[in-house]
């Protein structure tokens, strides 16, 4: 089973900058698809950035497009989420979230249904 552990949240200022990280604690971290998610208060739970097993694919949700960059790094089974220029509005709990894509299913246009794995989040506040 995978253990999923964020990190980096902390309160600052509109405009600012802010590094989250999450490690996993799986043998084989290069075989899941990653993502991040948000959830602000009295707000459903949303998605904000996902990259692939190959890290050769990234989306974004509109909202942080050109803003946020997500990336990761296998030796350390860590994947980071860069966010630039925050606002207000970014202020929420953000989860990491894993899929583990099967050995047949690794192909360049796979994309998962679900995610399987969910860290407990780390709260991101951004003052105006």
């Known amino acids: 089973q995978v253990q999923l552990v964020e990190s980096g949240g902390g309160f600052l200022q509109a405009g600012g900058s802010l590094k989250l990280s999450c490690a996993a604690s799986v043998p084989t971290f290069s075989a899941y698809y990653m993502a991040w998610f948000r959830q602000a208060p009295g707000k459903e739970r949303e998605f904000v950035a996902s990259?692939?097993?190959?890290?050769?694919?990234?989306d974004y949700a509109e909202s942080v497009k050109d803003r946020f960059t997500i990336s990761k790094d296998d030796a350390k089974n860590t994947v980071y989420l860069q966010m630039n220029t925050l606002k207000p509005d970014d202020t929420a709990v953000y989860y990491c979230?894993?899929?583990?894509?099967?050995?047949?299913?690794?192909?360049?246009?796979?994309?998962?249904?679900?995610?399987?794995?969910w860290g407990q989040g780390t709260q991101v506040t951004v003052s105006s």
């Open positions: 979230a894993a899929h583990y894509v099967p050995p047949l299913s690794r192909k360049i246009n796979y994309r998962p249904k679900k995610y399987d794995y």
């Open positions: 990259i692939s097993w190959t890290a050769s694919r990234t």
